[in-house]
């Protein structure tokens, strides 16, 4: 897949690595290529071109935004045409959220063309998407939204970087869930001092 990461931090730098790792071309959106950004380093390090958000989303059928949850929908508005383009909200409302949305997702479907808007990799730490195994276990993903296609790439990125299978959280309505979802993982590892290295896994029989 050809995939635009906006936002390369913690967690889109993580991605940024698994997906390239995984045989997928990646670039990164940055809101000024001539200035300084967090993922720099790492752009260099491993040449991934980075472009002006605009230009970089229209390189691509992808985009993973894994920027501050606050910003979404002015993020959204700077994506231009993205009709068809399947969109990856990994972040988490959880301390501001984006002006006028209960979630991230939202502010993004409300503030661009692009249906197939789907939120996923916002359930675990940065360190587990760069490492989702266990020892041999690996770790599970959840994904959310009403767009068939977008879950259908997360799903198949999820695995692709390791984890071990991705379920299917439900809809659109279920986007503010995953949040929650996330949240308790934020509990556990900061509030509850349990450490970053801790992850979900769906037992079933
Ligand atoms: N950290 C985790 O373990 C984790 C896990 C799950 C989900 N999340 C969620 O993922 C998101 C990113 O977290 P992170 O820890 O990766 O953050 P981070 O390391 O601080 O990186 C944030 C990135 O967003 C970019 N950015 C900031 N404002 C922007 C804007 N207005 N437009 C475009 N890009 C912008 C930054 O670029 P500049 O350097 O140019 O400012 C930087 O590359 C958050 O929403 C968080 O809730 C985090």
């Given amino acids: 897949m050809n995939i635009t990461i906006i936002g390369s931090g913690n ?4 991605l940024a690595v698994g997906f390239r790792k ?51 929908h002015e993020i959204a508005q700077t994506l231009g045409d993205v009709k068809g383009k399947v969109i990856i909200d990994t972040m988490n409302a959880v301390m501001k959220k984006p002006a006028h949305y209960t979630n991230a997702s939202e502010a993004i479907l409300d503030n661009c063309n692009s249906t197939d808007v789907v939120k996923c990799f916002n359930t675990t730490g940065a360190e587990n998407m760069a490492n989702p195994h266990y020892d041999t276990t690996p770790l599970d993903m959840f994904v959310a939204g009403d767009s068939v296609k977008g879950k259908q790439v997360a799903m198949q990125l999820a695995k692709d970087i390791g984890f071990g299978n991705c379920y299917d959280f439900g ?3 279920k986007f503010s869930l995953l949040e929650q979802f996330a949240l308790a993982w934020i509990n556990l590892a900061m509030m509850q001092k349990m450490g970053r290295n801790i992850g979900f896994k769906l037992l079933k029989r």
């Fill in 11 to 14: 967690v889109g730098g993580a």
């Fill in 22 to 72: 995984a045989g997928h071309s990646v670039i990164l959106g940055v809101k000024d290529p001539a200035l300084p950004f967090k993922g720099k380093d790492l752009a260099l390090e491993y040449n991934f071109p980075f472009y002006a958000i605009p230009e970089a989303v229209q390189k691509s059928d992808v985009v993973v935004i894994a920027a501050p949850a606050h910003f979404a």
């Fill in 171 to 173: 809809g659109n309505d």
